[in-house]
């Protein structure tokens, strides 16, 4: 695929098919995402990628913990929006209108996204992304590199993704499933598989102006 027809294709799937992804593309995409940039070449990334089994039991605990309305407790920090510069949250506020509007009404636009997230998105496969504990803030500045570099091979071997602060929601049950050490902090997790034709998935965010957020000085 052309460079710029797969980063502006790759967008935010929020209901994937049940065709499978066979082992060998997700080897291939991972071993592309290795080529991200990083600190003194640390490559700090590793990615668990939870599929079949593994999968069903993540899916089946996120269940129980909705339904028990329990406390998300991720690995990184979430900040209420409001404490949220302006323009971000100008952005975010956007970006939740769009999606009211892609709708009929905030009613569906709100039960379909839970349902969306209540079920990973029905996702094929799961790549989960940690750093170690030890390390400084530029380990997760290049985790997003890798990550994003993940989707765009995925995207180009026409598998979608989602990365998603949803499936990093309850880290320790995540790690025990997967077998990761407590020395791996929990990133994010991409949910990959292929789109359905739902209404959900023909949403496309947009960007701002580019003059709105660059400035080339001579
Ligand atoms: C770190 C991160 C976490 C995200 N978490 C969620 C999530 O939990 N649920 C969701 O529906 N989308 C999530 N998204 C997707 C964003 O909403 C999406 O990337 C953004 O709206 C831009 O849309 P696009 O990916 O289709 O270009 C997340 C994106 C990032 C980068």
């Given amino acids: 695929m052309e460079f710029d027809r797969v980063v502006t294709g790759r967008h935010s799937v929020r209901e994937f098919s049940e065709r499978s992804i066979s082992h060998s593309k997700l ?120 990550a994003q570099t993940l989707m765009l091979a995925a995207k180009d071997l026409g598998i979608d993704s989602i990365p998603t602060y949803n499936s990093v929601r309850f880290p320790d049950e995540i790690r025990s499933i997967l077998g990761i050490p407590t020395t791996e902090r929990l990133m994010v997790g991409i949910e990959l598989g292929y789109a359905t034709n739902s209404h959900i998935n023909h949403y496309r965010s947009d960007r701002v102006p580019v003059d709105e957020i660059l400035k080339i000085e001579d």
């Fill in 27 to 146: 080897r291939q995409i991972v071993k592309l995402a290795q080529w991200a940039p990083s600190w003194v070449n640390s490559q700090p990334w590793k990615v668990y990628i939870a599929t079949g089994k593994h999968l069903e039991d993540i899916k089946a605990m996120f269940q129980q913990k909705d339904a028990a309305h329990t406390k998300s407790n991720p690995d990184l920090a979430v900040m209420s929006r409001t404490q949220w510069n302006e323009r971000t949250q100008a952005n975010m506020k956007k970006w939740r209108h769009d999606i009211v509007a892609h709708f009929s009404t905030f009613d569906e636009a709100h039960s379909k996204m839970t349902r969306a997230m209540n079920t990973l998105n029905s996702a094929a496969a799961i790549a989960y992304i940690t750093i170690p504990t030890q390390t400084p803030d530029w380990s997760i500045l290049d985790s997003g590199a890798f």
